[in-house]
């Protein structure tokens, strides 16, 4: 899902003249578009498939960095703690 600045780049213009191609080519390619106005980002457009799948990741790796970050802060419980406050005894 790497942007190609030579394809995925377009003015905010673009957008309103022709909409459904700008949707078809997210959709298409995979790859966000970046929307500009006066030469600056202002917008993403990204398919929502790819968008649902990005936020799904970052929560992942978020949780892990959290486990990591409790791991080393020593906030652990044991097997049998874990059992106790799952239910699962």
Same mark, same amino acid.
């Given at each position: 899902m790497q942007t190609k600045f030579?394809? /995925? +780049?377009?003015?905010l213009s673009d957008l309103k003249v022709n909409p459904g191609k700008v949707v078809s080519r997210v959709n298409d390619t995979?790859?966000?578009?970046?929307?500009t106005s006066? &030469?600056? &980002? +202002? #917008?993403? +457009?990204?398919c929502l498939d790819d968008y649902e799948k990005t936020v799904e990741e970052l929560r992942f790796?978020? #949780?892990? %960095?959290q486990g990591l %970050? /409790?791991?080393?802060e020593g906030n652990t419980v044991t097997l049998a703690e874990a059992k106790k406050i799952l239910g699962a005894e």
């Open positions: 030579s394809e /995925d +780049v377009i003015p995979h790859r966000p578009i970046l929307l006066r &030469g600056r &980002g +202002v #917008a993403v +457009v990204q790796i978020k #949780a892990v %960095a %970050a /409790d791991l080393r």
